[in-house]
């Protein structure tokens, strides 16, 4: 017999309309929601859940997580610590994303733990752990020495580093087209791949060039032969451009955006997760964060910060289409989701914007929308429920007052509960 039960909604935003219905309830038959209006059938045993002083979601979504850390304070554990390690952080922050009402991580894992990521979310997905559902690339595509190459921490000892340096760390169209299809082979959902070089890594700046355009041609191409979606850490406007050009899927950070570049993804519809929280500290020249972070980290920051701060202004204003995603590697958890609506918020733009980019845009990226992003008859029942404000209050998604994933509900954070070293 299937389980019946129907969410009587506060407000409802369904991740399609930028409105908050009112008197709106969700019927749900085991996994799935199969109706959502007012008055809805009680009939037989039928339970009913009372979120009426809620406002209702589908399951936030975070685009761009770090799963493998435990935590920012110990980034370098992803080499330094075994694969285990790393596998059961993809855990850690999946259970701790859940609890916070984000029901769908998109897993970007940093070290190499082979394809564990694949095995943790088939975890999750058979019922053995609770978690967010998660997407998963299981290894960054990059150069010998680039952004993705964690083992330039030990670039003094270079036999160490040889040892430390990941499986898919390269050079040559061949090395990568090889990647790829192990990538594939072994059940990642997407790629990425690192075309310019970072902020956190200590020898290597955001204006590198490290794929070539040959790399890059043949890891885009190899991927779209495979039916994989791309996307590509990179910074620099000539370096976006040419990733449209190539034919890219999408693209994360993108943050010193130029007006040109800005007009190139608005035609071609390529999406953008912009990931904003990671720069608030040199946007908002928060010292005593800024002090937190190694000096070769504040002094790239303090070198771009105002190409930092007029391309977060020219990503805000387009229409450019937004995923949602945190990104965290310096100050905040890479669970603590909720610090990127404060960002988007900041920064001058609509709560329905977010609220749609985290929900329904988000589900499109992850190639996912036909299951999640939004409340209507035949989805996955995926869905949260907030106390705060969520259009008035910029910490609105602080608060996560309920969760259910696939009709399954599971407890929230609270947030006096000790997290752990
Ligand atoms: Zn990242």
Redo the contacts with the bound molecule.
């Keep these: 017999m299937k389980c019946r039960q129907v969410i009587v909604c506060g407000k409802l935003f369904d991740g399609r309309h930028d409105e908050l219905f009112e008197h709106m309830e969700i019927g749900i038959e085991d996994s799935v929601i199969t109706e959502v209006g007012k008055n809805l059938s009680r009939a037989g045993g039928t339970s009913v859940i009372d979120l009426s002083h809620l406002t209702v979601t589908p399951g936030m979504i975070d685009a761009?997580v770090?799963s493998d850390i435990f935590t920012w304070k110990r980034v370098w554990d992803i080499v330094t610590r075994s694969s285990t390690w790393c596998c059961l952080g993809h855990l850690h922050t999946a259970q701790r994303c859940l609890e916070r009402g984000f029901t769908t991580i998109r897993c970007?894992a940093?070290g190499d733990q082979g394809y564990g990521a694949v095995d943790v979310k088939k975890a999750i997905d058979a019922g053995y752990f609770h978690g967010a559902r998660m997407i998963v690339a299981c290894h960054m595509l990059g150069t010998i020495g680039s952004h993705a190459d964690y083992s330039q921490i030990f670039s003094e000892n270079p036999r160490l580093s040889e040892l430390a340096q990941g499986a898919v760390i390269g050079t040559g169209a061949d090395f990568f087209r090889a990647a790829v299809r192990r990538e594939v082979k072994y059940g990642s959902d997407f790629i990425k791949l690192f075309m310019s070089g970072?902020f956190?890594t200590p020898n290597d700046g955001p204006e590198d060039q490290q794929l070539s355009d040959e790399e890059a041609e043949a890891i885009i191409s190899t991927a779209k032969r495979l039916g994989k979606p791309t996307t590509a850490?990179v910074y620099a406007p000539p370096l976006m451009q040419k990733l449209i050009k190539l034919g890219i899927t999408g693209m994360?950070?993108g943050a010193m955006m130029d007006e040109e570049t800005a007009a190139m993804f608005e035609k071609t519809d390529t999406y953008l997760v912009p990931?904003f929280c990671?720069y608030n500290e040199i946007i908002n020249l928060d010292e005593e964060n800024l002090a937190k972070k190694p000096p070769f980290f504040q002094k790239k920051l303090r070198q771009y910060a105002e190409r930092l701060k007029s391309g977060r202004q020219i990503i805000a204003k387009s229409k450019i289409r937004l995923g949602y995603?945190t990104?965290?590697?310096a100050v905040h958890e890479c669970y603590e989701s909720w610090y990127e609506y404060q960002s988007w918020i900041r920064a001058g733009m609509d709560p329905f914007r977010v609220l749609r980019a985290a929900t329904s845009v988000n589900a499109r990226i992850l190639e996912a929308d036909e299951k999640i992003g939004i409340i209507e008859p035949g989805k996955l029942a995926d869905i949260s429920g907030w106390s705060r404000d969520l259009l008035n209050d910029e910490d609105a998604l602080r608060e996560c007052g309920f969760v259910m994933k696939g009709g399954t509900v599971y407890p929230t954070y609270k947030p006096n509960e000790s997290e752990g070293g």
Aim: glycine share 14%; aromatic share 6%; charged share 15%.
């Design positions: 761009h770090h970007h940093l970072g956190s850490h994360e950070h990931t990671p995603g990104d965290f590697v």
